[in-house]
Structures are given as C-alpha cells and as structure tokens.
C-alpha cells in the first residue's frame, strides 16, 4: 500500500532500483522523486509481477 517499504534486497545503484529476487509482495506503484536547487521531478512506475 502507499507508503510501503521497497524489498529488503532491493539495490539502488547509479539511480537505478533492482529487486533480483522480485515477488508479488513487491508489486506496486514505485515514485522516484529528484530534488536540487533547480527545483524537483518525480517519476512514476507501477510494477506488476507475473
């Protein structure tokens, strides 16, 4: 639901999220929200597992 915790063995790296191990547990919408002194950008994506 929102406000859920990503996976345990999720890695952000080089701003990109890996779940290796993906379940259903982890579908969902995802947001990534970038902010600096520029301003801010969110991106949305909504994960489904098959």
Do not use: F, M, W
């Not at 639901?1 to 063995?9: C, D, V």
């Amino acid at each position: 639901g929102p406000g859920k915790r990503i996976s345990s063995n999720a890695v952000i790296r080089n701003g990109l999220l890996t779940i290796p191990s993906v379940d259903r547990s982890d579908e969902g919408e995802y947001i990534c929200k970038a902010l600096n002194t520029h301003g801010e950008h969110t991106a949305r994506a909504v994960l489904h597992v098959q």
